[in-house]
T-cell receptor, first 114, second 117 residues
Framework: DTAVSQTPKYLVTQMGNDKSIKCEQN?????MYWYKQDSKKFLKIMFS???????INETVPNRFSPKSPDKAHLNLHINSLELGDSAVYFC?????????????FGPGTRLTVT | AQTVTQSQPEMSVQEAETVTLSCTYD???????LFWYKQPPSRQMILVIR??????QNATENRFSVNFQKAAKSFSLKISDSQLGDTAMYFC??????????????FGAGTRLAVHP
């Protein structure tokens, strides 16, 4: 069983479109995250949710809207896609309340905006 | 603000040899974790090893060990008996410990390691 899964793994779309990436974790963790990895492989936090509540929002454009319907899911919706949004997006999770701070990552979604 | 620096963009090593990847960080915090993650060509981010700042003993996971020098703010990764499967990008990451989901990872720029037969 995959611990942290993301769909889709690849996403190719045109500028101006709206797209969503889904993430699910079956680890029973209480905190989920979105990270962005740019073309130079640099990884940066975008959002974190703890028990469905938005905790971290790292000055990400308003076009990015995360949603956590329950503790096991964290989706990322992107409006009006731009060329600069092309990147790999990683979902991750951890069990913060039990002091288990390791973050486990999904396989990533490579988004290409043309 | 915390920063993480990996000064070696690329490294190579022969199979079965030992290699050390460097990482330094800057923080005024006293309570934090440090991690090494591996990203092979498959793109998956894999946790290699973690170190709690309050622990003096260096963490070890099989062939992977760290040299944690808290005063020097240094956290290097040693890979012993390198294997072809160790070929990957390695990221050093810092995490300040805060309750309630504020625990973001701050990553270095990565070191690309190539293991040659």
């Amino acid at each position: 069983d995959t611990a942290v899964s993301q769909t889709p793994k690849y996403l190719v779309t045109q500028m101006g479109n709206d797209k969503s990436i889904k993430c699910e974790q079956n680890l029973g963790h209480d905190t989920m995250y979105w990270y962005k990895q740019d073309s130079k492989k640099f990884l940066k936090i975008m959002f974190s949710y703890n028990n469905k509540e938005l905790i971290i929002n790292e000055t990400v454009p308003n076009r990015f809207s995360p949603k956590s319907p329950d503790k096991a899911h964290l989706n990322l919706h992107i409006n009006s896609l731009e060329l600069g949004d092309s990147a790999v997006y990683f979902c991750a999770s951890s069990q913060v309340e039990k002091g288990l701070y390791e973050q486990y990552f999904g396989p990533g979604t490579r988004l290409t905006v043309t | 603000a915390q920063t993480v620096t990996q000064s070696q963009p690329e490294m190579s090593v022969q199979e079965a040899e030992t290699v050390t990847l460097s990482c330094t960080y800057d923080t005024s915090e006293s309570n934090y974790y440090l991690f090494w993650y591996k990203q092979p060509p498959s793109r998956q981010m894999i946790l290699v090893i973690r170190q709690e700042a309050y622990k003096q003993q260096n963490a070890t996971e099989n062939r992977f060990s760290v040299n944690f020098q808290k005063a020097a703010k240094s956290f290097s990764l040693k890979i012993s008996d390198s294997q072809l499967g160790d070929t990957a990008m390695y990221f050093c990451a810092f995490m300040k410990l805060i309750s309630g989901g504020y625990n973001k990872l701050i990553f270095g720029a990565g070191t690309r390691l190539a293991v040659h037969p």
